[in-house]
């Protein structure tokens, strides 16, 4: 198998590999939209060193609403046992099938960052008996190679949104369903989601609480000089496509408004093409923060977000009255 495509964002970078495989060719913004992926999370507590921004749904959620949507047989295998996880992937490639692995990036050679992230996701494409070779985003050079034994490591570590050695497939049964016809319960599934969140931390209410607390993160950190610049390259270049995923949303609503002609979901593009330039100076605001101790730059930020919120929670207005 010869795979060099690497995008943005790893769950969709593995998707697109072993969606290829089976003959299904669509856009990293397409994959992301249909598997519903747009969200917002702030989370902090005693056991992280800061707050944690995110702007997706959980890993691997995007994965099963992705297969879900498109009528694909998902299989997901877990196993605590290094033999048995590596017989799992090790058929599949035998049979000629790439494998999606959930696993921790800390352990992978070709990364220079090493911080432990349980909810990296590669795909498997082969090995020579010494090194995998996997597909990972551009951003981490897209066809790359890591040896077997970190691998095990990276697949088995333990922690914050790890999981037991999980290996899955993807297998198109059948004609592949008319794309027109999945975008609208897509859309809505996520606007209805991001409208009405369980818990204050996420949606819109979500950005309306990190619009409070932002302010305050020169006092939250320990280190603000490295705290705060880290947190705004998180937001723009830990493979999220920029503005904390805004930006392959507002395409995924693009190629939508392409497909359907509806002025409520051009009214949504636009504003979310607003968001994703405001997410944007939001991460400028926080690294600049850090880097000169000012508290200016945060309240500036606290305000933009607070703006975020409502933008974003009328555009999924917009788009939560699709299916009417």
Same mark, same amino acid.
């Given at each position: ?147 077997? #034994?970190? +691998? *095990?490591? =990276?697949? %088995? ?8 050695? /999980? @290996?899955?497939?993807?297998? &198109? ?122 508290? #200016?730059? +945060? *309240?500036? =930020?606290? %305000? ?8 974003? /929670? @009328?555009?999924?207005?917009? &788009? ?5």
């Amino acid at each position: 198998m010869t795979e060099r495509h690497g995008a943005e964002h790893c769950e969709t970078t593995a998707l697109g590999v072993l969606l290829r495989h089976e003959g299904l060719d669509l856009s990293e913004p397409m994959l992301f939209g249909l598997g519903a992926g747009l969200s917002f999370v702030y989370w902090d507590g005693k056991g992280l060193d800061f707050p944690f921004l995110g702007g997706r749904v959980k890993p691997f959620e995007l994965t099963r609403n992705l297969a879900a949507r498109l009528g694909l047989e998902l299989v997901v295998k877990e196993t605590g046992s290094a033999r048995r996880a590596w017989e799992n992937v090790a058929a599949e490639l035998g049979a000629g099938r790439p494998v999606g692995l959930q696993l921790d990036s800390y352990h992978l050679e070709y990364f220079t960052s090493k911080v432990h992230f349980g909810g990296h996701v590669v795909a498997m494409t082969g090995h020579d008996g010494r090194d995998a070779q996997l597909v990972d985003t551009a951003q981490q050079g897209g066809a790359v190679t890591t040896s077997l #034994a970190s +691998l *095990a490591a =990276a697949r %088995a570590e333990r922690g914050p949104m790890t999981a037991r050695n /999980r @290996s899955f497939t993807l297998a &198109l049964r059948g004609e592949p369903p008319l794309l027109q016809g999945l975008l609208v319960p897509a859309l809505t599934a996520c606007a209805e989601a991001f409208l009405h969140p369980p818990i204050a931390n996420l949606g819109h209410r979500g950005i309306d609480k990190a619009a409070a607390l932002v302010p305050g993160w020169l006092d939250r950190a320990d280190l603000p000089e490295v705290r705060l610049p880290q947190a705004a390259r998180m937001m723009e270049l830990a493979g999220t496509g920029g503005a904390l995923f805004r930006n392959l949303y507002r395409d995924f609503l693009a190629e939508c408004a392409d497909l359907l002609d509806d002025p409520r979901l051009r009214s949504a593009h636009a504003k979310y093409a607003e968001a994703a330039r405001g997410w944007t100076e939001v991460a400028r605001l926080v690294a600049a923060a850090g880097s000169s101790g000012a508290a #200016a730059p +945060l *309240a500036e =930020a606290g %305000a933009l977000l607070r703006v975020l919120a409502g933008l974003e /929670r @009328s555009a999924m207005g917009e &788009l939560s009255r699709l299916a009417g």
